[in-house]
């Protein structure tokens, strides 16, 4: 078995992925480029995270009219116009695209009523008919609290996972769950990618903080990422990165005056530029006097 030359001018390039823009550049820098397309993804944190934020900024950052549409599901039995208003307040919110592009359902009745059994039928409805391009459910974990079993639940995620998988369709899973939960509920091994959305107190104020937990098949920024909600939705502050190749630094040979022509005299033409110097000496030596000449 041989290996390949990077340098070989015959190396095949690798396939890209196709990616959905989270709607923030430092986001999608951070993830490369953005959310693998046709896969399942969760947005993971607690109440008050900025998980529905995102997932809604994403949502209109991806709204073409290119005949495939958005859905939005709602778990909780409350009106869509209510979810409408709050969503009124982000300048990223486009009127006309909802309704249309955008569409939101609330399905809480149906899984309170059914069961979690019936969203597969939900879905499969939807899929059909519409051939969406990205499913929102908010919050999937509701339904994982509605479930009467673990196999009920697994048996569930599969059946979803083949349907979207079928008809390129891209699911964003939000849920209020913990880290310690991902090796256990049985959602986390069906999903592609995996993004925690955390709120850490500090002292009298909250620090908001991201991480991407999964991304299959890309390379991606590890690490918590600092970030804050405003009017325009998520604004990211990606961790700092050391360079991978270490910075070179051309030395200056020119020198600068002391103003003073016995001491650059001495010093061989005065001062390098662009380095410190440190200037010592007992109180009344004339530090300061150089210093100003």
């Known amino acids: 078995m041989g290996f390949i030359d990077a340098a070989d001018d015959e190396v095949a390039m690798l396939p890209v992925l196709d990616r959905l823009s989270t709607g923030n550049a430092e986001l999608d820098a951070i993830m490369g480029g953005g959310f693998p397309a046709h ?65 939101y359902t609330s399905i809480g009745q149906e899984l309170t009523e059914q069961g979690v059994g019936v969203l597969v039928s939900l879905l499969k409805e939807a899929i059909l008919e519409q051939r969406p391009k990205i499913i929102v459910i908010d919050s999937f974990k509701a339904i994982h609290d509605l479930s009467t079993s673990v196999p009920e639940m697994r048996k569930m995620l599969y059946e979803v996972a083949g349907l979207l998988t079928a008809y390129d369709t891209t699911v964003f899973l939000v849920g209020e769950y913990s880290a310690d939960q991902v090796s256990i509920y049985p959602e986390f091994a069906v999903a592609d990618s995996m993004v ?23 390379s991606y920024l590890e690490g918590f990422h600092g970030f804050r909600i405003t009017d325009d939705g998520l604004e990211v502050f990606p961790r700092l990165v050391s360079p991978d190749t270490p ?29 410190s110097t440190f200037v010592l000496g007992q109180t009344g030596g004339g530090k300061t006097t150089l210093a100003m000449q």
């Open 196 to 218: 925690e959305l955390a709120r850490n107190k500090l002292s009298t104020r909250d620090e908001r903080f991201l991480r991407v937990l999964k991304l299959r098949g890309s």
């Open 39 to 103: 896969s399942i993804n969760i947005l993971m944190g607690e109440p008050g995270s900025g998980k529905t934020i995102l997932a809604e900024r994403l949502m209109f950052a991806n709204a073409h009219d290119d005949g495939r549409p958005i859905l939005f599901f709602t778990t909780l039995s409350e009106p869509v116009d209510k979810v409408v208003r709050y969503l009124q307040q982000f300048r990223f919110y486009d009127e006309s695209k909802l309704g249309t592009v955008i569409q």
């Open 247 to 275: 910075p070179t630094y051309d030395l200056l040979k020119e020198r600068v005056t002391t103003g003073v022509a016995g001491l650059d005299k001495i010093l061989d033409g005065g001062l390098h530029r662009g380095r």
